[in-house]
Nanobody, 124 residues
Framework: QVQLVESGGGLVQPGGSLMLSCAAS????????MGWYRQAPGKQRELVAT???????NSADSAKGRFTISRDNAKNTVYLQMNSLKPEDTAVYFC??????????????????WGQGIQVTVSS
C-alpha cells in the first residue's frame, strides 16, 4: 500500500511564502510523476505543478514565476515552494503520484495515488 503524506500548509499573509512537502511511502519501485493540485471552495480541482522522474516540469499559468516544484527521487518526495502568495491561492492542496510502480519483478503493479490534502490559507 502506498501512502502520500503532505506537510507544510497553514496560514500566511499575502506576499508571504510556504513550502509544501509530500513524501510517498510503501514498497515503491518507481514513481513516474509527482505533483500538486489544488481545490478552492466551490471550484474544481486544478493543476498547480508536476514533475516527472526525468525532471520535466509543468506548471499552471497562475503558478509560473511564483511557485517552484522540485523532487527528490531517492526519497520519493516532492516539494512546492510557494512565494508571493495571494489570497486567491487559498485552497486545499493535494499531492498526486502518477504511475507508481510497486510489487516485485514478477508481480508488477502500477497505480495513481492522492494525498489527503492540506489547507493553505492566504489572508491578512
Amino acid at each position: 500500500q502506498v501512502q502520500l503524506v503532505e506537510s507544510g500548509g497553514g496560514l500566511v499573509q499575502p506576499g508571504g511564502s510556504l513550502m509544501l512537502s509530500c513524501a510517498a511511502s510503501g514498497r515503491i519501485f518507481r514513481i513516474y510523476a509527482m505533483g500538486w493540485y489544488r481545490q478552492a471552495p466551490g471550484k474544481q480541482r486544478e493543476l498547480v505543478a508536476t514533475s516527472t522522474i526525468g525532471g520535466i516540469t509543468n506548471s499552471a499559468d497562475s503558478a509560473k514565476g511564483r511557485f517552484t516544484i522540485s523532487r527528490d527521487n531517492a526519497k520519493n518526495t516532492v516539494y512546492l515552494q510557494m512565494n508571493s502568495l495571494k489570497p486567491e491561492d487559498t485552497a486545499v492542496y493535494f499531492c498526486n503520484a502518477r504511475r507508481v510502480v510497486t510489487g516485485t519483478p514478477t508481480d508488477v503493479h502500477e497505480s495513481d495515488y492522492w494525498g489527503q490534502g492540506i489547507q493553505v490559507t492566504v489572508s491578512s
